[in-house]
Antibody, heavy 120, light 107 residues
């Protein structure tokens, strides 16, 4: 059973960079059948897909966040990471990492999420 | 970008009830619709794929229907353990988008 676990600071100051890591267990991040994705949910709002990375390092980002997002992968540690720059209070949200089918069909496994608050 | 309009946002049900949750897409997405269940503090669970296919291990009281723009998640004979947040996801086009979610309470 694949498990994903988010980690990183729960508090980030405005204008700084939010950094999170997702550790994958129960399966290899180098599997060619999946993307590795980040999704977020602000309090009281719906989910927003942030972006994804393939094991090769190829990325896709949501156009609404593309200018501020970087997703990277470390196959030696079975981890992938999210960086979101120039954060504001609007970036306060629960951030989820997830596994997404490479050949379509959406997300199959999710992490439990981690709350990141942007505040001075 | 495809907008998913999910309803209702909240519902209260009694054990044994049949519950329907709707997800309407702003454009045709074929059957590229998934449904998920999430309980507080836990990872979301994948329950319906490709609009109608029950994910292995999910109880058969859960079912999905629909195609194109209108989709429904149905829970038959709802049980207390089904109290959760449910949401839909479309994977037909980029970027992936989600419905606003439905909180289901069991009386």
């Amino acid at each position: 059973q694949v498990q994903l676990q988010e980690s990183g600071p729960g508090l980030v100051k405005p204008s700084q960079t939010l950094s999170l890591t997702c550790t994958v267990s129960g399966g290899s991040i180098s599997s060619g059948s999946y993307y590795w994705s980040w999704i977020r949910q602000p309090a009281g709002k719906g989910l927003e897909w942030i972006g994804r990375i393939y094991t090769s390092g190829s990325t896709n980002y949501n156009p609404s966040l593309k200018s501020r997002v970087t997703i990277s992968v470390d196959t030696s540690k079975n981890q992938f990471s999210l960086k979101l720059s120039s954060v504001t209070a609007a970036d306060t949200a629960v951030y989820y990492c997830a596994r997404e089918y490479y050949y379509g069909s959406g997300v199959d496994y999710w992490g439990q999420g981690t709350l990141v608050t942007v505040s001075s | 970008e495809t907008t998913l309009t999910q309803s209702p946002a909240f519902m209260s049900a009694t054990p044994g009830d049949k519950v329907n949750i709707s997800c309407k897409a702003s454009q045709d997405i074929d059957d590229d619709m998934n449904w998920y269940q999430q309980k507080p503090g836990e990872a979301a669970i994948f329950i319906i794929q490709e609009a109608t296919t029950l994910v292995p291990g999910i109880p058969p009281r859960f079912s999905g229907s629909g195609y194109g723009t209108d989709f429904t998640l149905t829970i038959n004979n709802i049980e207390s353990e089904d109290a959760a947040y449910y949401f839909c996801l479309q994977h037909d086009n980029f970027p992936l988008t989600f419905g606003g979610g439905t909180k289901v309470e069991i009386k």
